[in-house]
């Protein structure tokens, strides 16, 4: 029985160091060593929106340290600008909530947080009164790109990834198979667009200065996950100097 036990613990000491081995590795190097095709090339931000940009918005609570910490605001402008420079497809993925979702039977916790606070509530489908200013409106410092008749907006994402939006299906009607991926909230929305893409072959590159979480570790295990999951993980001073 001792033996057994001793070989259990040898066994979840060798897994133990294996995973820190990797994700060890997969952190550290962040240099761009996968470049890819600009000309099928996309900059995709998810949930650009008052409620987790602005001070006044509903997540700033949760979002506002680790947002002001990264400069996410001014590195998402940074993002969208260069890649507006350079022709490059933009692709906003929103989160909108309209008076039918009030309805749903059950929600997991963050889900019934935003349910509670009314955080992206729209008047809509039909209809999108209200919206200017809103908390579900677009940042206002990145309206202007994203209102200029050239940046996709897809339909809104209701839980976290692009599953029940159109998102893919206008990737690949452009032709784009990279994403260069920014957006909030880093651990939940982000990340969850950054696993379906991969999933439906798409190369995915993660900016981890253009993100933002409801806290350090959100942000922590989020930039964990891109790091093993991605294929790259980048700054945005890395991204700028790529586009080119």
Same mark, same amino acid.
């Given at each position: 029985?001792?033996? $057994?036990?001793?070989?259990?613990? $040898? ?31 996309? +900059?995709? %931000? ?20 680790? +947002? ?29 909530? =309209? ?17 509670? %606070?009314?955080? =992206? ?16 409106? =677009? ?13 996709? %907006? ?12 159109? $998102? +893919? ?70 991204? +700028?100097?790529?586009?080119?």
């Amino acid at each position: 029985m001792r033996i $057994l036990k001793k070989l259990a613990s $040898l066994t979840a000491l060798a897994g133990a160091i294996t995973l820190t081995s990797i994700t060890g590795a997969a952190m550290a190097d962040d240099a761009p060593k996968f470049m890819p095709n600009q000309s099928t090339t996309a +900059v995709l %931000i998810t949930d650009p929106q008052n409620d987790f940009m602005a001070e006044t918005g509903a997540a700033w609570g949760l979002v506002g340290k680790n +947002v002001t910490r990264l400069g996410t605001n001014d590195n998402i402008a940074r993002l969208m600008r260069r890649a507006k420079d350079t022709d490059l497809v933009v692709v906003v993925s929103p989160h909108s909530y =309209f008076d039918h979702d009030d309805h749903w039977h059950e929600r997991g916790p963050i889900q019934s947080l935003m349910n509670q %606070i009314d955080m =992206f509530k729209v008047n809509g489908p039909t209809s999108y009164d209200g919206f200017e200013g809103s908390g579900a409106d =677009f940042y206002e410092p990145l309206k202007a790109m994203i209102n200029d008749g050239e940046t996709i %907006i897809t339909s809104p994402h209701k839980v976290y990834g692009p599953e029940s939006n159109d $998102l +893919v299906l206008q990737l690949r009607k452009r032709g784009i198979q990279t994403v260069i991926l920014g957006g909030f909230a880093a651990n939940l929305c982000t990340d969850s667009h950054m696993r379906e893409l991969m999933e439906q072959g798409f190369n995915v590159i993660v900016i981890k200065d253009a993100v933002g979480a409801p806290g350090e570790d959100a942000y922590d295990a989020a930039m964990l996950n891109a790091g093993m999951i991605a294929n790259a993980v980048w700054s945005t001073d890395e991204a +700028v100097a790529f586009l080119k």
